[in-house]
């Protein structure tokens, strides 16, 4: 999604009335540790580790979509290899719609001084499961998974069954803020999810997951550390889309060359 331009321009058309109010440097939540965590590949035998980490830091950005200075939505975009095999990649473009509201369950909530605090000084994201997708690269070219927000235990599997997928409550969401990362005291963002869609290993077709797989609802978490960036002035969504595939293309003809070499 972040390569081909018609998909680019899409995705930008879709999102350019927006108007960026802040953006941060996303990355692993502590040096060698996994920003996204695929535990049911590594089971299945399709990856080398759980752990996936950025090639370069990914950009996490607050979005305003109707010009009233509140965030609406939040996108994170960046490029993820395997831990143990470089060449399993996955393109990383995904959306979550905001929660207002919120006050089901958080993760690590002792690492913002305890659960009404991190409700207080918290924000939470529904996962937009139409526009969040994990596009494969180099072994994993042809897979794209896309994400939905997951339950956490085998009784809200069947409330998340009962809704199509559409879990209207899940137990998790998405959460931004000071501790949020589920791991420590940095401003962070997580989220725990499954997926569907078609998973490609060297060319053949090894999964289609659907959102009945349990064992894929269970096994898919990000855990992030997130830096403040200076966001450019006018700043839309067409333009930072661009710019993530811009360095996009960059790191993966870089690896390409390495390769090579």
Do not use: C
Request: proline share 2%; hydrophobic share 35%.
């Amino acid at each position: 999604m972040l390569v081909t331009g018609s998909t680019l321009l899409g995705a930008a058309g879709q999102a350019d009335a927006a108007s960026a109010l802040r953006s941060y440097q996303a990355d692993e939540y502590k040096d060698g540790q996994h920003a996204v965590w695929l535990h049911g590949l590594k089971n299945a035998g399709y990856a080398a580790s759980s752990d996936f980490l950025f090639d370069t830091p990914g950009m996490l950005t607050e979005w305003d979509a109707d010009d009233d200075g509140d965030v609406d939505y939040i996108q994170l975009m960046g490029t993820e290899s395997n831990k143990g095999n470089s060449n399993q990649i996955f393109d990383l473009d995904l959306k979550f719609d905001i929660i207002d509201g919120w006050t089901g369950g958080t993760k690590g909530a002792s690492h913002a001084g305890g659960r009404q605090n991190a409700l207080t000084n918290w924000d939470f994201y529904s996962i937009d499961t139409d526009n969040s997708t994990l596009i494969g690269q180099g072994e994993y070219a042809g897979s794209e998974l896309q994400l939905f927000n997951r339950a956490s235990s085998e009784n809200t599997y069947q409330k998340h069954l009962d809704n199509n997928g559409g879990d209207p409550n899940p137990t998790y969401v998405g959460q931004l803020g000071e501790g949020a990362n589920d791991k420590d005291k940095d401003l962070g963002f997580s989220v725990w999810f499954g997926y569907t869609g078609e998973m490609y290993v060297n060319g053949t077709l090894v999964e289609t997951y659907t959102v009945d797989d349990h064992k894929n609802l269970t096994k898919s978490d990000i855990n992030l550390d997130l830096e403040p960036k200076s966001v450019p002035e006018p700043a839309s969504a067409a333009g930072l889309m661009v710019l993530a595939g811009v360095a996009t293309v960059a790191r993966r003809r870089q690896k390409g060359n390495q390769a090579e070499a």
